[in-house]
């Protein structure tokens, strides 16, 4: 998926159970995906979110500001 910071970064989240760090996704009723744990970029854009029923939900001082690229 890419960042919703807009920094055009691409994530990959690895969903293999027996991998450090490893995310779980689920579906709601109308197929919404739900990742959890929170996801948080490591690179200069430093992004950190939630993603809760298709909803992106930013973490306290997540969200990019702009003086950043992202």
Do not use: Y
Request: glycine share 8%; with cysteine; net charge positive.
């Amino acid at each position: 998926m890419k960042c919703p910071g807009g920094c055009g970064e691409v994530i990959n989240l690895s969903l293999n159970p027996n991998q450090r760090p490893r995310w779980q996704v689920s579906e709601d009723f109308w197929l919404r995906p739900t990742i959890h744990p929170s996801i948080h970029q490591k690179n200069k854009c430093g992004c950190h979110f939630w993603i809760n029923s298709g909803q992106v939900r930013w973490c306290k001082d997540g969200r990019p500001d702009a003086s950043t690229d992202c």
